[in-house]
């Protein structure tokens, strides 16, 4: 069908709408009137009489607008409203909204740009089955408010106009009346097979109630037995009060009795108590003793240290006079050094020149020739070309003498890196010396965590366990203190143990003696010279030291003593008593440590912090860690060991670079020292061939040419030269004396600056041994100190204590008093009591009770047998009816089970009806088809096929065209109308696919239907024109106009002229 564009006649803003499908209907409580065959009258409860919608859907006004009792088509083109209407109708009588296929909410059913829609439907309320005829009357006004949120609510009016309600359970009761039933299966199976599930879960709670009854009947029963005994128990009361008093008489001196027990154990008390405290006076004078002697012996290194100090200090003034003198006596023989030399050099000087004078003269006497140019010539020649070959010999030298630099500076450098690597090759061994240690005490930890603390812990422990087994020890060693201790948080590991240290491998002790038991016992595992883990004495008490009043504390980081998770008391006091572990702060960020502690005031008695890299922070002073990981405390040992393998691994890859490095460098080396050799030999050579080239040019130089020359003033000129080598001669040796005497004198001041250096040094290797003697006796002095603190405050605190017991001993002493005079007012002599109070108190009031209760029971002997009448008419009712429900749930269950078979037979009859009328709804066009009903799977099956009967095998509905298919949906509607029950029917366009001639079949069918059935109303709504339709009363058209723009109501226009009897 072609869509054309909805005109509304209330708003142009509304869009079109499209065609809703068929409606299903969804009704129950068929029963059939149909085939009696007698003309029935028009229904009078349940039909539509009349529906008005505001603001729904894109309508904003459609009616109000009325409907026949019988046959009413709707007719109208696409999106003048039909749809709405019939949607309309499913959500005005509390349908929901995904049941219209129009929508997934009620909000999608108000009209755009309005804030509500309303829906008004009036419902016919006549005759005998008229719902509440007395406050309804005739008819019944359901009125439905829609929000633009989705919400809605109901007004039903009477027929005058009031409201009655405005509860949906009241619709929902007025639909079940009318058997409107939209929404449920349309038959009466549905309700009964619910019926029949409601009867079983009542048939089930009966049994439980039966069960229930069976248990009250045992209490009952138990409850008659009672009140016969207590009818019986109404004897023996005198010898019940005779036996009260004398539990009173031993009542009151069993509790002298336990005070005067309780006095005993409190002397007992005080006496041990004083016993401790004299004990703990001696070990505070001990302590003092010890005390003293450490201070004396740091008093005494003190001493030693400031007269070594004063010592030096007194020969450091003689030693810098001493070394100045040496540097003065030291220039001074230089000085005289370089005169000597001078002179030495003027005198070889001079007396050249003399063997040089001598020879000219030599030459000038033997010379007869005065000509001896050519000769000077060749000579002038020579010493160019000598000069020329100087300066080549130089420019070598130069060449050389930077190539010997470049290789005495590349083998230094070389030298310095081997050096360098060496250290780092011996450094990177020593570490994967002790990694390797590491990695086998972690391994052989994996079996024995103890073996972490060293390999001989276990069987050491063993030999400790033996011991004191065999009574060896007072209290038994605790330790090693680190297996003894938990992290709280495993990321403080590092931290804890550079703060612990040695500490975690320590042993305590109670006393001396088992020190010394464990000593002995210590010798069997640990070699002579090798290192044993330290053993701590201090007495083993049960309670954890009060150490709030000098703890450290911040709001944001653990002390050392909070962070850990210590079960014995013994390791808790050990570590503070030698360690402190109160006052020490544990800060993970090493920046955040620093600020705490150096940026400001450090936390109340906090002495240091430690970071989770093991740094060590105090007020004014940090110390990095040597340590990178946990070696006693780590939990993840697998972590661990494969950390360590890949440590092991890296470093045994890293001495294999160095060595190959080393291997190099020394290659290196040995090359560079040949090639500086080769350069130095190459240098002298150079050397010695320039000094006698130079040596040749002097020499060519100084011959002079023949001239005729005085040979008696080359002879004067000789003899002067020899006196002035005399005179240097004889200055020569008085300068060699003076050398010589100077040399004396620095050897001398040299001696004595040595032997003083000397002392000093002595007096520094002196005082290095007395500042490690110092350190340590200053610790010793700290940890006495500690020693002291600790029991001053055990004996302050024991003192309380006692002090506390006799206090408790004199308020002991008064309750005792006036116990005893008590217990004399009772009784006057003293009875000897072997039960305890508690045990008298309990039979004392046993007993009382049960005077009481005798007494009640004595006293009014009919109240009893009434109760016990009563509790016997109460059971036999009881029992009564649990048989008599039992009798009832056996006969229900037969009933149930003939009511099943009626339901199953019920069920077929419906299905062999529906079937039945399908078939002969389809034979009126020579169809044929079938239905196949699945209850087991509640499915439903058509096939239907058009023609000759026998001629085609059964097509599916798919199969067929829109004619037929449309066709065969009316059959198939009609069918079900036949096994259903309902006021009304609403279907929707049933015949559009239609051609005229089913059209026209299906059309008689629907009035053939309803004109049998003019107690039912039927509506139909469909797009074609229903001209042809025959002129009946029972008949009404309602012809839906197109919509106008600026229209506020939708007309409706009857076919027939005649009013219906609506009214009436």
Known sequence: MAKRKEENFSSPKNAKRPRQEELEDFDKDGDEDECKGTTLTAAEVGIIESIHLKNFMCHSM??????????????GNNGSGKSAVLTALIVGLGGRAVATNRGSSLKGFVKDGQNSADISITLRNRGDDAFKASVYGNSILIQ???????????????????????????????????????????????????????????????????????ERLTELKRQCVEKEERFQSIAGLSTMKTNLESLKHEMAWAVVNEIE?????????????????????????EQQVRLNEAEQKYKDIQDKLE?????????????????????????????????????????????????????????????????????????????????????????QENSVNQEIEQFQQAIEKDKEEHGKIKREELDVKHALSYNQRQLKELKDSKTDRLKRFGPNVPALLEAIDAAYRQGHFTYKPVGPLGACIHLRDPE???????????????????????????????????????????????????????VRHRAAYHPDFPTVLTALEIDNAVVANSLIDMRGIETVLLIKNNSVARAVMQSQKPPKNCREAFTADGDQVFAGRYYSSENTRPKFLSRDVDSEISDLENEVENKTAQILNLQQHLSALEKDIKHNEELLKRCQLHYKELKMKIRKNISEIRELENIEEH??????????????????????????????????????????????????????????????????????????????????????????????????????????????????SQARQICPERIEVEKSASILDKEINRLRQKIQAEHASHGDREEIMRQYQEARETYLDLDSKVRTLKKFIKLLGEIMEHRFKTYQQFRRCLTLRCKLYFDNLLSQRAYCGKMNFDHKNETLSISVQPGEGN????????????????????CFILSLWSIAESPFRCLDEFDVYMDMVNRRIAMDLILKMADSQRFRQFILLTPQSMSSLPSSKLIRILRMSDPERGQTTLPFRPVTQEEDDDQS
């Not at 409190?266 to 004299?278: M, Q, S």
């Not at 059964?954 to 009316?970: I, N, Q, Y």
């Open 62 to 75: 459609l009616g109000p607008f009325k409907f026949g009792s019988n046959v009413n088509f709707v007719v």
């Open 144 to 214: 439905q408010h829609i929000s633009i949120d989705g919400s809605r609510s109901y007004k039903l009016k009477s027929a005058t106009g009031s409201v009655v309600s405005t509860r949906k359970e009241e619709l929902i009761a007025i639909l079940d009346h009318f058997n409107i039933q939209f929404f449920m299966k349309a038959t009466q199976l549905e309700q009964m097979k619910e019926d029949y599930s409601y009867i079983m879960e009542t048939k089930e709670r009966t049994k439980e109630q039966i069960h229930q009854g069976e």
């Open 261 to 285: 027990k309780q006095l005993n154990a409190i002397r007992d008390n005080i006496k041990i108590g004083e016993d401790r405290a004299a004990r703990l006076d001696r070990k505070m004078e």
């Open 307 to 395: 007269k070594i100090s004063e010592e030096t200090n007194a020969r450091a003034p003689e030693c810098m006079a001493l070394k100045a003198d040496v540097v003065a006596k030291k220039r001074a023989y230089n000085e005289a050094e370089v005169l000597y030399n001078r002179s030495l050099n003027e005198y070889k000087a001079l007396k050249k020149d003399d063997e040089q004078l001598c020879k000219r003269i030599e030459e000038l006497k033997k010379s007869t020739d005065q000509s001896l140019e050519p000769e000077r010539l060749e000579r002038q020649k020579k010493i160019s070309w000598l000069k020329e070959r100087v300066k080549a010999f130089q420019n």
């Open 492 to 546: 403080l590991a590092l931290a804890i143990e550079s703060c612990l240290k040695g500490l975690l491998q320590a042993y305590c002790c109670h006393n001396h003696a088992d020190e010394r038991v464990l000593q002995a016992l210590m010798k069997r595992f640990y070699l002579p010279g090798t290192s044993r883990p330290p053993i701590i004495v201090s007495e083993f008490r049960n309670e954890i030291y009060d």
């Open 707 to 820: 001239q005729s020359v005085d040979i008696a003033t080359l002879e004067d000129e000789a003899q002067e030269n020899k006196s002035k080598m005399k005179m240097v001669e004889e200055h020569m040796e008085q300068q060699k004396d003076n050398m010589e005497h100077l040399k004396s004198l620095k050897i001398e001041a040299e001696n004595k600056y040595d032997a003083i250096k000397f002392k000093i040094n002595q007096l520094s290797e002196l005082a290095d041994p007395l500042k490690d003697e110092l350190n340590l006796a200053d610790s010793e002095v700290d940890n006495q100190k500690r020693g002291k603190r600790h029991y001053e405050e055990k004996q302050k605190e024991h003192l309380d204590t006692l002090n506390k017991k006799k206090r408790e001993l004199d308020m002991k002493e008064k309750e005792l008093e006036e116990k005893m």
């Open 951 to 970: 001629k085609a095998a059964f097509s599916d509905m798919r199969a067929l065209s829109g004619g037929e298919r449309s066709f065969s949906t009316v």
